[in-house]
């Protein structure tokens, strides 16, 4: 954990402006109550924080925040302050307060102040020392008090983020070596194909003309069938996008691979209008996959 110096040390916040800080302090103490009001309207003007901060305690709520606004002003930033700040933060991650707001509310205690020293400091330089302290301390506030819901979300975290990022990358070259070995897999299919393609060409010169040729086409279709697949996973390997056309064209392929089947083997008519029903939605469904990214790529 960060001590109060090393968060000094990296805001480069001095002694001097330490000083400048504490003797703002008087001027800080007048206008208490009225920072105290405006903050504390304008928080429960908003409706997410109104549905957190209950009305019954705001007496007590109102006491807090004006405690810690003269805080700000103490002139001693010790680790006390840094773990009384680090329990602010822990509040607020409690009562489920997002830190959009804690920004938010930030934000307006800073436009609060600054506007205060620009209406009580007529001199530039004193006027512009003063609001590099402040904008300082209130950013060391900030800090302290956002590192309280990382720490919430770090508890969340099952495995270290170390471990995590080895077990991504892990799974990464896994799927990787799935993919490489998917390829290898089609390649091994597509010599299958062509063996087959040429044993179908040998069964036309043995005179089974019209069965040659229907196998010989359907084997050509799987044949442009594996040389997609394997096209596509060469492109994934690659770091490509994976592109769902290809898929549905294979579906395709192997309706129309299945209607020629079909025809060989005399199927009954219910069975060739079912696949051919099939085809077409099969292809209307691929017409409107097309529409759909080439939408995407225009926009």
């Known amino acids: 954990m960060t001590s109060m110096q090393e968060l000094k040390d990296h805001y480069g916040f001095t002694d001097d402006e330490e000083e400048l800080l504490r003797a703002f302090q008087p001027l800080a103490a007048q206008h208490r109550e009225r920072f105290s009001g405006e903050f504390h309207d ?15 305690n705001r007496q007590r709520l109102l006491e807090m925040h004006s405690n ?6 103490g002139g001693t ?11 602010i933060g822990h509040a607020h991650v409690k009562v489920g307060l997002n830190v959009h707001f804690v920004n938010v509310a930030m934000n307006r205690v800073r436009h609060f102040l600054l506007n205060l020293i620009d209406e009580n400091y007529p001199d530039r330089d004193e006027r512009r020392a003063l609001r590099e302290a402040t904008e300082k301390i209130l950013d060391m506030n900030l ?3 956002s590192a309280s819901y990382r720490e919430e979300e770090l508890k969340k975290v099952f495995v270290s983020r170390k471990l ?3 077990l991504i990358k ?3 070259r896994f799927t990787y070596g799935l993919n490489l070995v998917l390829v290898l897999a089609l390649a091994g299919v597509s010599i299958s194909v062509v063996m087959l393609f040429g044993w179908d060409i040998i069964n036309i010169f043995r005179g089974d003309v019209e069965k040659g040729i229907l196998s010989a086409l359907g084997e050509l279709l799987i044949l442009w069938m594996m040389i997609e697949l394997m096209d596509n996973e060469i492109k994934n390997l690659k770091g490509g996008k994976f592109n769902i056309l290809v898929f549905i064209g294979v579906i395709i392929v192997a309706m129309i691979r299945e209607i020629l089947i079909s025809t060989l083997r005399h199927d009954d008519l219910a069975t060739q209008a079912f696949l051919a029903g099939t085809l077409l939605i099969l292809g209307i469904l691929y017409y409107l996959v097309s529409r759909a990214q080439k939408d995407l790529d225009k926009a």
């Open 42 to 56: 304008y928080l429960y003007g908003l409706p997410e924080t109104t549905a957190i901060l209950n009305a019954s």
């Open 164 to 166: 995590e990022s080895q």
């Open 77 to 87: 930033y010790d680790n006390n302050y840094l773990n009384h700040l680090t329990r």
């Open 170 to 172: 892990l799974t990464e």
């Open 143 to 145: 800090d302290v008090m």
């Open 68 to 73: 810690w606004f003269m805080s700000l002003f």
